[in-house]
Every structure is written in structure tokens, then in C-alpha cells.
């Protein structure tokens, strides 16, 4: 419902766009003495527009196409950057309610001291921030320094020049306000920037729906993979907790690997998930004490294949499917199913196969015990270029040597 209204007001402003240029364009048809003041007034009008128009389809695009990419943070500071520039405003700050504290809080600002920032915490119904967010109406000061509210809660020499406060709102009910000061060069604001404002603080508010709602789909999703890694887990009983960590050591690898943002989450997802195609395999075999027979190592090797067959036709997936797929490829070309060599192997296979043989040399196993940190090492080291990536081969065992920093799944949080 949000994504069709948000696709809705972007098509009505094409089409408003549209009908403002045609106008504009019969106008300057027109003999001067027919248009006189007006054309000029037109066109000053179409300006105001197509920066409004641009405003909007800026922060759309983050909403539908970059929502699972773009930070909060980037995102509230896109929103003040194209406040400000829209209304030629020298200052602005946009407050995002925190429901745990129940205080308005600035998250992006421009030219605002970091002092006024850390200690600006509005409750609802105090100040003029705190009086827009509880009414919901927009509240414009003309004199700052004569206002007892505002002053209570800014009180800085730099904050002289009128304002607006703008209430952002989903569904009635408020969760910011966006404040933007007067620039020095006009005396009000005028209509056109009331209706400007009120229209993007809409797209906003929408936009921050979007990004919630990424986020749940995302949060869903990592649930269900962990699910799946415990059903993995529980049929490969040797590996206990082997999901886990490969989880947390591929997210800090593949960061010390300068791997893309949205790519750490599917490496964290792969890892998790590398092993998912041994629900296809006997568990007899998998639990065996002793030597397999070719066989029954021809069926282990199938798990990568039977990984991929249950994760590629999830869509979100399908960049994990890959590296699931490949996981046990060798950087000499001699590992299966494929036979794929060097860089033609996923990186962030090659990250999941370092963790995976690292793990597995550090567990005990149904034929043999745990083999110590120094014999593991050692046998990383030999297996660089040959069977793994060396660069992978050598940021995994820097980090083994610093006992890996605190682990945050850099999954997204909730939005207050």
C-alpha cells in the first residue's frame, strides 16, 4: 500500500510537471507586451517547481530503490541537504522521536553546533519542536530570541533567525519534525514554501515507511536463515555451534576484504547457509567414524549443488545461492562441482571455504579429535593458492591472531 501511494505522488508530479512546462512554453510564445510580468513570474514559479520535483525524486529513489543500501543516517541528512537547498535555507535540523525516552532527538542538521546537538532532547508538548510534534500542525517563530519555549530548549547565540517547525507524519500520527531556519535575504516564508515543505516532509514520512518495512523483510529473513542453520546443525551433529561462528568470522572477513555494504549480508547469509545441502545426505554418512568410501564421498560432494537447487529460487537469495554453490572450489581449479579457478570463484565462496576448513580443523570430527591452532595454521598456510585464496588466507588469520573484534551483525536495527 505504502510503495503504491509513493508511486502514485511520483506520477502525479510528472504529469504536474509536465502541464507547468507545457503552460510555460505557450508563454513564451506570447509577444512580451502579452506576458509582461507574468512570464516572469512563471517562470520563477516552474523553477521553484523543478527543484521541489527534484527534491522529491531524490529522496523516492532512496526509499524504493535504495532501501536496503543507504543508511538512516545518509538518508535524514538527504532529507535536511534538500530542505535547506529547496527553500534557500542557511540552517535546518530534522528531530526523530525516540518512543523508549519519549524525546525528540536531532539525527541530521546542517549548521548546527555539535553542542545544540547533543543537548537538544524535546519531550512532546515542550517547546516549539515538541508543541509541531504533539499537534501536528506546522508552527512558524518569527522572533526565536523572544520565545521562552524555544529558547528553553536551544538557547544558542546561533540560532537568531526565524524558523519553521514542520510536523513529519505517517498515517496522523507523527514520529519527527524538520526545522528550517529563514534565510537573512527574505523576510517570510512564503506559501510556495509551506507547500514545498508540507510535500516533501509527505515523501519523507513515506520514504522512512519504506525503509521500515525493508527492514522487517530483512530481519524476517535472517531469522528464517538461522533457523535453517540450526536444522543444519542438528543433522551434521560434529559441527555444534559450526553455523555460528562461520557467521560472524564471514561478516568480519569479508569487511577486512573492503567487500561492498550490501554484499556483508550475503556472506553473513552464506556462511550461515553454506552447509544447508546436507538435509539432501544420509546422516549416516555424514556421522561415519571411519574412512568413506568413494561413493559415499561422491554423495557429500553433492550438498553444494543440493544447497543451491533449495536457495536459488528465494530472489533475495540468489547472491547467496552462488557462494553456497562454490564453496568448495579450489583456487588451483581442482575443487567441485565446477572446476572454476582463481577469481572466477565467488570472493565471498573463497571467504565461506577459508572459514568452512578452518572450523572444520578445529572441531572434532567422528575419525579424529580437534587439531590444535598451530597444526590448523599450518595447514591454512599450505593450502594459500592452492586449495584457498591467498589474500583471503591471510586477512583470516590476521584476524584469528587478534581473537576477532566484538561481533555486530550489522543487521539493520528499528526504526523509533
Not at 555460528?244 to 577486512?256: I, P, T, V
Amino acid at each position: 500500500m505504502v510503495y503504491l501511494l509513493s508511486l502514485v505522488i511520483v506520477l502525479l508530479l510528472f504529469v504536474l510537471g509536465a502541464l507547468l512546462r507545457k503552460i510555460y512554453e505557450l508563454r513564451l510564445d506570447k509577444p512580451s507586451s502579452e506576458a509582461g510580468g507574468a512570464e516572469i513570474s512563471l517562470k520563477t514559479t516552474w523553477g521553484k517547481f523543478d527543484e521541489l520535483l527534484t527534491s522529491l525524486l531524490t529522496i523516492h529513489e532512496i526509499g524504493i530503490v535504495n532501501a536496503g543500501s543507504i543508511k538512516k543516517e545518509e538518508f535524514y541528512q538527504t532529507v535536511v541537504d534538500n530542505a535547506c537547498e529547496l527553500i534557500s535555507s542557511p540552517r535546518g535540523s530534522l528531530m526523530i522521536h525516540d518512543a523508549q525516552a519519549d524525546e525528540l532527538r536531532i539525527v541530521a542538521s546542517k549548521n548546527i553546533s555539535k553542542e545544540v546537538i547533543e543537548n537538544t532532547h524535546v519531550k512532546p508538548g515542550l517547546g516549539i519542536a515538541g508543541r509541531a510534534f504533539q499537534t501536528g500542525e506546522t508552527i512558524f517563530v518569527t522572533d526565536p530570541q523572544q520565545n521562552t519555549q524555544y529558547k528553553d530548549y536551544i538557547g544558542m547565540e546561533e540560532q537568531k533567525d526565524p524558523f519553521i517547525a514542520i510536523p513529519l507524519k505517517l498515517k496522523d500520527k507523527p514520529f519527527g519534525v524538520l526545522n528550517l531556519h529563514l534565510s537573512r535575504e527574505k523576510e517570510s516564508f512564503t506559501d510556495y514554501d509551506l507547500k514545498f515543505l508540507t510535500l516533501l516532509a509527505g515523501e519523507t514520512a513515506i520514504t522512512l515507511e519504506n525503509i521500515k518495512l525493508y527492514e522487517s523483510l530483512e530481519n524476517f529473513y535472517l531469522e528464517m536463515v538461522q533457523t535453517l542453520a540450526r536444522v543444519i546443525d542438528a543433522k551434521d551433529s560434529y559441527t555444534g555451534d559450526h553455523a555460528g561462528r562461520a557467521r560472524m568470522k564471514a561478516r568480519r572477513l569479508a569487511e577486512e576484504l573492503n567487500m561492498p555494504a550490501q554484499m556483508l549480508r550475503y556472506v553473513e547469509y552464506a556462511a550461515l547457509l553454506h552447509d544447508i545441502g546436507k538435509i539432501g545426505i544420509d546422516g549416516g554418512i555424514l556421522s561415519k567414524p571411519g574412512k568413506l568410501t568413494q561413493e559415499e564421498y561422491d554423495e557429500i560432494k553433492k550438498h553444494p549443488a543440493i544447497g543451491y537447487q533449495i536457495l536459488s529460487p528465494i530472489h533475495f537469495l540468489g547472491p547467496v545461492a552462488q557462494m553456497v554453490l562454490y564453496h568448495q572450489e579450489w583456487f588451483n581449479g581442482m575443487g567441485y562441482p565446477e572446476g572454476l579457478k582463481g577469481e572466477e570463484i565467488p570472493l565471498g565462496a573463497r571467504i565461506v571455504a577459508t572459514i568452512d576448513a578452518w572450523d572444520a580443523m578445529r572441531s572434532d570430527r567422528p575419525y579424529r579429535k580437534a587439531l590444535s591452532r598451530e597444526i590448523a595454521e599450518s595447514e591454512l598456510t599450505k593450502g594459500s593458492n592452492r586449495q584457498f585464496d591467498p589474500d583471503v588466507v591471510k586477512a583470516f588469520l590476521k584476524l584469528e591472531n587478534t581473537d576477532w573484534p566484538p561481533f555486530d551483525s550489522g543487521l539493520p536495527k528499528k526504526i523509533a
